[in-house]
């Protein structure tokens, strides 16, 4: 057969044309399938691997012979001397082979057999052939050794557990070589495989070599940019994985990534990848950033990069995927304002933004005005508090600058105060509107030479709107004139679909106000909820079924229920024929909106919507598994040229999960999902009993999805899983059935567990935070039963203490908690944690919760220093009033520790923290029993305040 192998082999290699592929290609892939079956097909191909002299017949040979026994029972049914044979061989073959693509295909094979081998020692000779040639003095030996053991870590990482420490050691050896460069890199990129494997015992080797990975990553710099970065995931693993072994190499690291991200020569990957490195730093371990004063040092790097980007490279800097350097800077300051304590932080990049505003260089007024918008998420309270009025004017003036860049970035920037800066910003409307309503005209007009500008112009305008609530009412009039004038003539389709959203902004804050306009809205919106097919169409769709779903949570249901069911049939007519999955979740957002209204009365379309939200769920569309890189595919072969033969094989091994290296979700579909659990949660809660046939349906999905491997999905099916418990406690509340009642058990007996997992083990803070949030919101509205049912009093009252003391997964743990280390998105996650103190309190009654209450009370009463900020006073103080409250006269026991505290309290600044401090002395008064007498001077105090 070897003979008629090499033949075959020889006649798929005729230079390709569509004669040759009528004539050869098929017959001969079909001859190799049919001899896949043959158990002599190993030792020919083989023999052909061997002998041919052709290096694309050798290199095929060693694909397909790979592809023979690539999994393990293939393996097992090869015959101890054939496989002996390969063993013996295939080593000396890698030194043998010339070409390049035909030794990588050889020593994938190598690295398919050990995978196999190892964990029975069936190839000792593998380690001997290792060691041997990296540390041969022939650089292209030593690269062929070093080049076998990357293979076969990539390949078989966990069989090569037991052999760690040696392999450790060969890389400190190898790390250093000058004689190539290859080998080092061969040794990171092994160390990059089994950096998840490294335990205490190997630790301290590990942190000894990093200093020589950088200098070795630092010289592929100069030679080989695209394997640097390569090189450096190695950092990203750790961080990933095993994030003690960088700590003391922390400052280096960043330092060199610095010094990489500052230097405008190199390509923007390499920039780019340690610029990443740094935020997921800042994500992971702030207090490090801290430690090492390393604040100001990025910024001053970081801002000038920002500063560096051209006109022509300007994108959407809230763009997660952004690929220049500039923009990508501006993200990783955003993580820091995330992360880091605001007051260290702020200042040191208003340091920076001051002079960049009044520069004569466009790039940096941009850069500045852009580094203020992204700042406000993260930084907002201390903003508002310290900077708030000084960076208004800032970006107002942004606003009139000559250079439409400039101005874009002033637009941003306004849209994320108006955002995030609420309520503040809300009292500027009679300065902040007249500008947008300037610039609009202006930019309507420039629309095609400033798309950008437009863009930015309605997002500034919708954020600043959508929050005025009742002070939009003056502007109402010349606003919807203004929006409906342009969605009736303008031509420019992206201007249209910007209005539309604008609409929605204004009736989320205008409410039953916007009934005058209503009729003429749905008249306009008709003829785009026919759109066709086409993309911009589909675009301008999807904004106006969005804005009818604001309208029907917004215009009051006399208004709007006449349209309800037409609504909910062109839904459904719409979902019959969407292969858009952003069509499909703004129908459900729809529905869920129209639920609202329709209450049980929505009953006779669920089946129907329930079969198409249950697809879209379960939909695995847009989810794409990344295999290991495989270098050794070839054209020749399509990847079902072999599925009936390995189909025949019949086994399910680890191997092929093992060779998926990450799996990524297209944003859309991750959307649909995630909007898709939030409206089924919303409208099982609406519909409340019609809900229960399609329970355990739905129950079950969103379930699964708490696993999902984007946050996004996780957050939304969590709040679904919490809404569906609600639905079904109320259904037994309104008709006492014993399959409701039986069914929530269950629930809660699943759910409550799988909540405190998710809080102390996830990374994503937003995802805890939305878990905390959503047993509190059980607890709240199904009370005593969740604790009576699950027994976790105690569970959850030590993981939000966990929470206060920064012991969950998702926050930084390395060292005893500082004053001052804390970013706002911290607090709010403790203050999350705070709020199912009170309800818990409520629920157990103060005797039985009164023994936890110390624990927290040294938690809260931290948050009331003189240097803790107004928002930490202001929870904690609160907090402490509700659970007071709560636990009723048990708290007396805490008169003497309290009520000194909350009669300094009173003279606060902070009017919010006044007020709840003067709730907090109430309640105590009313629960401290006799002592707090005498009263006279708490009587003052009232005649003091309300004086």
Not at 81 to 105: F, G, P, Y
Not at 795 to 824: N, P, R, S, Y
């Amino acid at each position: 057969m070897a003979t008629t192998i090499e033949e075959i082999l020889s006649r798929l290699l005729v230079p390709d044309n569509s004669t040759i592929q009528q004539q050869y290609a098929f017959s001969a892939t079909q001859e190799i399938k049919a001899a896949f079956k043959d158990a002599s097909i190993v030792p020919a191909l083989c023999h052909t691997l061997g002998s041919s002299q052709n290096p694309l017949v050798r290199q095929y040979a060693a694909i397909l012979l790979r592809r023979k026994i690539l999994k393990g029972k293939q393996w097992r049914q090869v015959s101890g001397e054939v496989a002996q044979s390969i063993r013996e061989n295939v080593l000396h073959l890698i030194l043998q082979e010339s070409q390049k693509n035909t030794q990588n295909a050889i020593v994938q094979l190598v690295a398919t057999v050990a995978k196999h081998d190892l964990p029975n020692n069936h190839w000792p000779q593998l380690f001997q052939f290792i060691q041997m040639h990296a540390g041969s003095e022939n650089a292209a030996h030593k690269e062929v050794g070093m080049f076998v053991l990357y293979s076969v870590s990539s390949a078989a990482a966990e069989q090569l557990k037991p052999h760690l420490h040696a392999i450790i050691q060969l890389c400190i050896q190898i790390l250093p070589d000058q004689q190539t460069s290859l080998a080092p890199y061969y040794a990171i990129k092994t160390l990059t495989e089994m950096i998840f494997f490294v335990g205490d015992e190997e630790l301290s080797s590990v942190q000894q070599l990093l200093p020589q990975v950088l200098q070795v990553v630092k010289q592929l710099i100069t030679q080989d940019e695209e394997k640097a970065c390569e090189a450096f995931d190695l950092f990203h693993e750790m961080l990933e994985c095993e994030v003690g072994i960088l700590i003391p190499h922390v400052k280096s690291t960043v330092e060199f990534c610095l010094e990489v991200a500052a230097n405008s020569d190199l390509d923007d990957g390499i920039r780019i990848k340690t610029m990443s490195f740094i935020s997921s730093l800042t994500k992971l371990k702030k207090k490090q950033i801290l430690k090492h004063k390393l604040v100001d040092r990025l910024l001053r790097v970081l801002f000038p990069v920002m500063c560096s980007g051209s006109d022509e490279e300007e994108e959407e800097v809230e763009e997660i995927e952004s690929r220049k350097p500039a923009q990508y800077a501006a993200q990783v300051i955003d993580t820091m304002a995330m992360y880091l304590p605001p007051e260290k932080f702020i200042p040191n990049l208003m340091s920076l933004v001051e002079p960049a505003l009044t520069s004569d260089r466009p790039g940096h007024r941009r850069a500045a005005h852009i580094a203020m918008a992204v700042v406000v998420e993260g930084c907002a309270d201390y903003v508002t508090t310290k900077y708030f009025e000084p960076m208004l004017d800032c970006v107002c003036k942004g606003l009139n600058d000559p250079d439409s860049s400039v101005r874009n970035g002033a637009l941003f920037a306004l849209g994320q105060f108006s955002e995030h800066l609420q309520p503040k910003i809300s009292k500027y409307a009679s300065q902040v509107l007249p500008l947008l309503f300037q610039y609009l005209s202006r930019a309507s007009q420039e629309a095609d030479k400033n798309p950008r500008g437009l863009t930015r112009s309605y997002y500034a305008l919708e954020t600043f709107c959508q929050n005025l609530e009742k002070d939009i009412l003056p502007y109402l009039p010349s606003l919807m004139e203004h929006n409906m004038i342009v969605l009736k003539t303008a031509s420019n389709l992206n201007l249209k679909e910007l209005v539309i959203s604008a609409i929605g902004a204004t009736a989320s804050a205008a409410e039953e106000h916007m009934q005058p306009y209503f009729h003429e809205i749905i008249e306009q919106f008709r003829v785009f909820l026919g759109a066709g097919d086409n993309e911009e169409m589909i675009k301008l769709q999807v904004q106006a079924i969005d804005t009818l779903g604001v309208l029907a949570r917004t215009v009051g249901a006399q208004t709007f229920q006449p349209l309800a069911k037409e609504c909910i049939q062109f839904g459904l007519n719409l979902l019959n024929v969407a292969n858009d999955p952003d069509q499909r979740r703004c129908i459900y957002g729809l529905f869920a909106a129209i639920s609202s209204l329709l209450k049980s009365d929505m009953s006779e379309y669920l089946s129907t919507i329930m079969h198409y939200m249950m697809l879209s769920l379960r939909t695995s569309e847009g989810v794409k598994a990344h295999l290991k890189e495989d270098k050794d595919q070839v054209t020749i072969f399509d990847d079902d040229d072999f599925e009936e033969e390995e189909e025949l094989d019949g086994e399910e091994d680890e191997e092929d999960e093992q060779q998926i290296e990450g799996i990524s979700v297209e944003n859309a579909y991750i959307d649909e999902k995630e909007d898709t659990s939030v409206a089924l949660g919303e409208i099982a809660v609406n519909v409340g009993a019609s809900f229960m046939p399609f329970l355990e349906e739905s129950y079950e999905e969103v379930l699964k999805l708490v696993d999902f491997p984007a946050d996004r999905v996780k957050k939304g099916a969590t709040m679904a899983v919490g809404q569906l418990c609600c639905c079904v406690y109320n259904t037994f509340e309104s008709t006492q059935s014993q399959e409701a009642q039986t069914a929530l058990i269950n629930m809660l007996k699943t759910v409550m567990p799988k909540f405190l997992t998710v809080i102390k083990e996830d990374l994503d803070r937003v995802v805890v935070m939305t878990t905390v949030d959503v047993i509190h919101d059980i607890l709240e509205k199904i009370g005593e039963m969740v604790l009576q049912v699950t027994g976790a009093s105690e569970q959850i009252l030590i993981c939000m203490k966990e929470i206060f003391t920064h012991q969950v997964a998702c926050q930084d743990k390395e060292e005893e908690e500082e004053d001052g280390q804390d970013a706002e998105y911290d607090g709010m996650l403790i203050e999350s944690a705070g709020d199912v103190i009170p309800i818990m309190a409520k629920l157990m009654g103060g005797p039985a919760f009164t023994p936890f209450f110390s624990s927290f009370l040294t938690d809260l009463l931290k948050r009331l220093k003189q240097t803790s900020s107004d928002a930490e006073k202001s929870f904690a103080v609160g907090t402490l009033a509700e659970t007071i409250h709560a636990c009723g006269p048990t708290m007396g026991a805490y008169v003497e520790i309290l009520y000194p505290l909350f009669m300094k309290m009173i003279h606060e600044e902070d009017e919010e923290v006044r007020s709840n401090t003067v709730f907090a002395l109430g309640v105590l008064v009313e629960n401290g029993g006799e002592k707090l007498y005498p009263y006279p001077f708490y009587l003052q105090v009232y005649v003091f305040i309300f004086a």
